[in-house]
């Protein structure tokens, strides 16, 4: 057998001793935290010079990096000039008319939004009779107003740009709900309010005439 060289075993010791090294500092790296940023061989574009939200920006005179919108932008599509259909107003007085047309659709959408946005308290039928006025009634904490109904002579009289700014705005101790209901759709929910009022109030010459006898 030829002996090995001293120097060699002494080499090779040393070489595998540094061979762990790499694997030494991979594992360190795996269960320590650091404050560095990690190393980043092809940066791509994934570190660019930028402001973060809420973030400070000496550059400007109030010193927020974060812009509000210039005065008097409006959102694209929500340009709101035409008073009649954006507020129910013509020179300060309530509309007593409708600023879209009114559909066999319109009505549709606006008894679908009742339902969902209305009725609740409202009642289907609109007569304050709502499930969550029942319960109110029934729980008898006695801080609660009952929603109007929607037939008394008030209501049928309101003008249809009081009923838009009531949803739009809410009355006395009802909520506003023009940030849940947009303006076609309040049109379209005024639409079945007086639908339901019509109703809810119907006259005999309502009746198709040759049916009438059978009502009578
Ligand atoms: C959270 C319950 C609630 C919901 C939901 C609600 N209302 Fe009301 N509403 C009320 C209450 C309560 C009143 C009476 C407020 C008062 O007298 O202080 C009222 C009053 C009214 C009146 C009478 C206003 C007047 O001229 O005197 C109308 C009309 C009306 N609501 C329509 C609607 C329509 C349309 C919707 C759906 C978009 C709606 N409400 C949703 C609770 C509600």
Known sequence: MIPIPRFLVGLSAVVTALALVPLAL???ARTTTSPLPR???VPDMDNQPKFRAQAGNPMFADGRAM???VAGAVARGALSADDALARG???GAWIESFPVPVTEQLMRRGQERYDIFCAPCHGLSGHGDGIVARRA???????WTPPSSLHTELVRSRPEGHLFNTIANGVRNMPAYGAQVPVADRWAIVAYVRALQRSQNAKLTDVPAELRAQVR
């Not at 009634?137 to 801080?143: F, K, M, N, P, S």
């Open 26 to 28: 991979v594992l360190r």
């Open 39 to 41: 190393v980043h061989v």
């Open 89 to 91: 107003r013509v020179a």
């Open 137 to 143: 009634d029934r729980l008898q904490e006695g801080t």
């Open 67 to 69: 812009r509000p919108p």
